[in-house]
């Protein structure tokens, strides 16, 4: 399972709009994908409901992890999503 420590980009975090947006890109990807703030446990990033409870504030390191056939392209396009400025899109 692939793995990365990524630097959330947006500058509200993962709130509303970047959280619906990147849910929806985990969802697309076809892989098992979870999410995690450090020292917390796991949700899963293609719902939105869990991204909103980690509280993920810009410039805060998340954990993702990717599962399945294309784990290692998912994990690629989610990381390069995380660090982008959701809010701008």
């Not at 959330?8 to 969802?27: C, E």
């Amino acid at each position: 399972m692939p793995t990365a420590n990524v630097v959330v980009g947006s500058t509200s975090g993962l709130h509303a709009r970047p959280a619906s947006l990147f849910s929806q890109a985990a969802l697309a990807s076809g892989a098992s994908v979870t999410i995690a703030k450090a020292g917390g446990s796991p949700v899963n990033a293609a719902s939105i409901l869990g991204l909103l409870t980690l509280g993920v504030g810009h410039g805060e390191e998340v954990t993702l992890t990717t599962d399945g056939e294309n784990a290692d392209e998912a994990l690629a396009s989610l990381t390069a999503l995380l660090e982008s400025n959701l809010d701008e899109q």
